[in-house]
């Protein structure tokens, strides 16, 4: 399927860079040519109040303020 020049393309993926999957690899190509929305996903099972979990929570509330850090 040929789009056109421009269209954006809306993507429901995992965090973009977390855990690379082949369509993170696929999209780098894609991106030069067409505004791509990458909406990152809420998670795949039901969180609990672990160390592990809350740290995820508090990098997703730095990357919606701007603050994403790398870890």
Same mark, same amino acid.
């Given at each position: 399927?040929?789009? &056109?020049? +421009? ?9 973009? +860079? ?38 995820? &929570?508090?990098?997703?509330? &730095? &990357?919606?303020? +701007? ?5």
């Amino acid at each position: 399927m040929k789009l &056109a020049a +421009g269209t954006p393309i809306v993507v429901f993926g995992d965090d973009w +860079g977390r855990n690379v999957s082949s369509m993170q690899h696929l999209f780098r190509w894609i991106i030069p040519d067409y505004p791509v929305v990458w909406v990152n996903g809420i998670g795949h099972r039901k969180p609990r109040l672990s160390a592990q979990d809350l740290r995820r &929570a508090a990098r997703k509330a &730095a &990357a919606m303020l +701007g603050a994403e850090r790398k870890t």
